[in-house]
Each structure stands twice: as C-alpha cells, then as structure tokens.
C-alpha cells in the first residue's frame, strides 16, 4: 500500500480523497494555490504545498509544480480527483517516469477514452451498442452527405477531441449540412486544437444513464448500477439519481453485465463511468469517463461500497477483491450540485459565506468544503457542496431531501439551493419523468411565470 498520498486538486473532492487516505491510515499532501491558503484541504492534511498563484494553469495543472512537491514531500501516489489533470494520460505517464503511482487509469486508457472515435469504435469492438453514425472521422462534405442518406436526419455532428458536449452542432436537413460541419470544425480546432469530426444519428428526448465501473487491471471488473444523470443545464449536471426511474432489475443487470464484461476484456484499472443515452428501451453507448466523477457519492449510498479506496486500493496493485455478486443494491439515491450561482441567472456568486448549516439526520450526507467565514474564491468552479439523500425507496428519498433542503442555510453568496426547493416540488420529477431536455424547458418555463 502507499506510504503517503498527495492530493492534486482541491475543493469538496480534495476533502473526499482526504478522508478516504485517513481511513486506510496513508499520510496526505495538500496542494494549493495561493488563492486556497484558508482552503478546508490545506487544514485537514498532514502537509501541505503551495504551488503556484490562483490561476489553475498556473498551479492545480502546474505539471512540474506538482513533481516538485511530490519530491519535496516523498508522496509515492497522486490522486487527481476529477477536472484538472484526472484524465491527462501525459500527466499519468510523467508520474511514472518520477516513480510516483497515478490513482487512475493506465494512461493508455485514459488516451483511448479522450479520443471519442476511438472510444466508440472500441465500445462497439467490445459489444456495447452505439449510436448509428460514422465509424471513421468524416472527412468531407460529400463523405457527410453520403452518410446522412445512409442514417437519415436529423444528424449530430461532434468533435473527436470534445466531450461533455462541447463541439456539439445539429443538422435537420441536407441544406444545413455544409454549414454545421463547417462550424463544428471552426469550433473543435478553436477548442482542442484538434479539428476531427463525426457523425451521429440525433436522438431527441433521451436520458443520460451511466454505468459505475471498477476494474483491477487484471481482467478482473465489476459494475455499480446506474446513475441518471439526464436533469443538466448547459451539460452541467445540477441533479443526479441512482437507481435510474426509468429502469427495471432486469435492464439494469443487462447493460451493468455487458459493461463489466467490456471492461474485462480491456484489463481496465481503477473507477470509471460508462455513459449512455436511453431512449425508447435502448442504450446507446456515447464516451467513457476515466476518473472519479463528482456524483460517485449517489452509488456509494446505494452499493455501500467506498469508490475512493478502491480507487487506492487497485491503484497500489491489490486485486479487486469484491465480485459481482457481492455488490447489492439498496434503496434509493439523490444527489444536489449545490452551486454559488444565482438560481435564476446562474451568474456566479463568489464570496463569503456569513452562515452556513448543513442539514443531518438519517440518510443525509454532505460533501463539502465550505464552512462559516469561508471565502469562495473566483477563481474555480463554483461547487459549494454536494447533498446527497438516501432512502428504502425513491418516495422515501424525496421526502427526506425535501426535508434536508429546507434545513440547509448558506447566508452570503447566491447559491441554487431555491431551485433545488422548487424543482422537487415539480410532479414530473415525483414522478421521475424526465429526459435531458427537461431542465431547460422547465427553466424556460419558470421565468415565464414569474
Ligand atoms: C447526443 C445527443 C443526442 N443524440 N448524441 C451532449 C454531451 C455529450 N456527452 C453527448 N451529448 C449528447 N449527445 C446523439 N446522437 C444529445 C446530447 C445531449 C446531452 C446528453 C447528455 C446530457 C445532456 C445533454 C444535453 C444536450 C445534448
């Protein structure tokens, strides 16, 4: 096992990595920028490193800051968390170089994952089902044309090096066709710096359901369940649930069986998420995610299993010792992104924090950094916190979330904790009929009749 662990990131999942380190009795390096000094993480690690000034550029993805604090400190393991450097293969491979451990992926893995052409072709190589589009980057026009009488309209073009929605363009029609792959390119080489594109069938009004994995590098994997994660704005999840409402035992078994298999058969290593859109009782396989992800919480309160130390675990070479069968599924999960954002504009409101209380009782967990007096700087994300709600059922759950939202107090800044309010109030979300479209609309809806 590591002797000693440093944190590269900060903020709620720098806590969340801490606590996990505690438990297994490894020492912890906080790292900071000089914007953290008062950061909850500098607090509670064993040591800590500043690196660099506010910018992330400059000090949570400053490479070579972070080699020297590892030096300076003796850490033999990184853990990334997510953003930042968790799913830059380079960075996992210079760590290796310096004989210091990534708690990750193999960096071949990270590399194959972030190129969303290749993570496909794979997904399909290994059984999933995809999305019906090009099998190849479209390189031209007619090539785009050719393929669009193939699959028909409408079509979605996206960028090879993109993700998380970003280089995305509709096309409905043949005469929309040349204008959308001329500015999804624009767009991608502007983005990425990497102007490769494909096509893909459109699918309206589906859900974003995603597989939990954990593999030991030694063909040994096993699945989580689900999360639903179709309630986004802007492709920032504000909601997120386990297990999904629009599943049954015996789907859910299916698409985690076929994922874990998948996963076997790469040899994959540590956590990872498989995301798909569902619609019309089909699962479409879209991209893969090769790290912790901010809602990993939502499958803990269901599975009862720790992600974060198996993350540890299997990174320090342990085989996963947990099989398929001993991951039983309970209850039901919720997670709220609570935000230092205006409910309304979803301007960012960063600040001081005047009053802050959390709210507790059976089934309730928070994760977060802030605390009373705490300044939010500008600089970052503005996540405050993540409430996460479990229940025996998914009544159960929304009654205590509910419940939970009408305690929390965080005085100061904006944060969404209103909307939160409302949007559990909403019959459609009691009802757990929803797709990824379903936010915006009511968004929409909600300033009309104000
Ligand atoms: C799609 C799609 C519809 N059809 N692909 C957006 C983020 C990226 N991960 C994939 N995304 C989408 N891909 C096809 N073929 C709709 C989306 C999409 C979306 C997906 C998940 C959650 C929210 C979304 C919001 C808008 C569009």
Redesign the pocket.
């Known amino acids: 096992m590591f002797d000693k662990i440093l944190i590269a990131n900060r903020g709620e999942i720098a806590l969340r990595v801490l606590r996990a380190c505690k438990e297994l009795g490894i020492a912890t390096v906080a790292v900071h920028s000089t914007a953290d000094d008062d950061a909850m993480h500098v607090r509670l690690a064993d040591e800590s490193v500043c690196i660099g000034p506010p910018p992330a550029k400059d000090s949570y993805l400053n490479i070579p800051a972070l080699l020297a604090a590892c030096e300076i400190t003796g850490a033999d393991a990184v853990h990334p968390g997510y953003g930042f450097l968790s799913e830059n293969a380079r960075f996992a491979e210079i760590l290796a170089e310096h004989n210091v451990h990534f708690i990750g992926p193999k960096p071949e893995h990270i590399r194959l994952m972030g190129d969303k052409i290749e993570a496909k072709r794979t997904a399909k190589r290994l059984g999933l089902a995809v ?1 019906p ?1 090009s099998e190849a980057a479209v390189a031209s026009e007619e090539e785009a044309s050719r393929l669009a009488a193939d699959f028909g309209f409408p079509l ?1 073009i ?1 960028a090879a090096a ?4 970003r280089g ?1 363009k509709v096309a409905r029609s043949q005469p929309e066709l040349a204008s959308a792959l001329a500015t999804a390119r624009a767009e991608a080489k502007a983005a990425f710096g990497y102007d490769a594109l494909y096509l ?4 309206e009004a ?1 859900r ?1 359901i995603e597989i939990q994995v954990l593999g030991d590098g030694n063909g040994r994997a096993i699945h989580l369940g689900e999360r639903d ?2 309630l ?1 704005r802007r ?1 920032q999840k504000l909601l997120e649930e386990g297990p999904s409402p629009a599943l049954n035992a015996g789907e859910r078994d299916d698409i985690g069986e076929k994922v874990a298999d998948a996963m076997r058969s790469l040899h994959y290593l540590g956590a990872g998420t498989v ?1 798909f ?1 569902h619609q019309d009782g089909q699962f ?1 396989f ?2 893969m995610n090769t790290r912790i992800q901010v809602e990993h919480p939502v499958t803990e309160m269901i599975t009862d299993i720790d992600l974060v130390l198996e993350q540890i675990r299997v990174a320090a070479g342990a085989e996963l010792l947990l099989e398929q069968k001993d991951v039983r599924f309970h209850g039901h999960a919720i997670e709220c992104r609570i935000n230092a954002e205006n409910p309304v504009s979803f301007r960012p409101s960063p600040g001081r924090i005047l009053h802050y209380h959390t709210p507790g009782g059976l089934g309730i967990r928070v994760d977060s950094a802030a605390y009373q007096g705490y300044e939010i700087p500008p600089y970052y994300d503005s996540l405050v916190g993540k409430l996460i709600v479990h229940g025996k059922t998914r009544t159960e759950c929304l009654m205590r979330l509910k419940r939970a939202l009408d305690e929390f107090v965080i005085d100061g800044i904006d944060t969404t904790l209103p909307l939160f309010r409302a949007l559990v109030r909403e019959q459609d979300i009691v009802d757990g009929d929803y797709h ?2 379903w936010l915006q609309d009511f968004l929409a809806r909600a300033v009309l009749e104000e």
């Open positions: 999305v589009g979605l996206k993109g993700g998380g929605g995305m893909e069938k459109y699918l589906p974003h994660c179709s986004q492709h995301e859109l479409y879209i991209e990824i479209h």
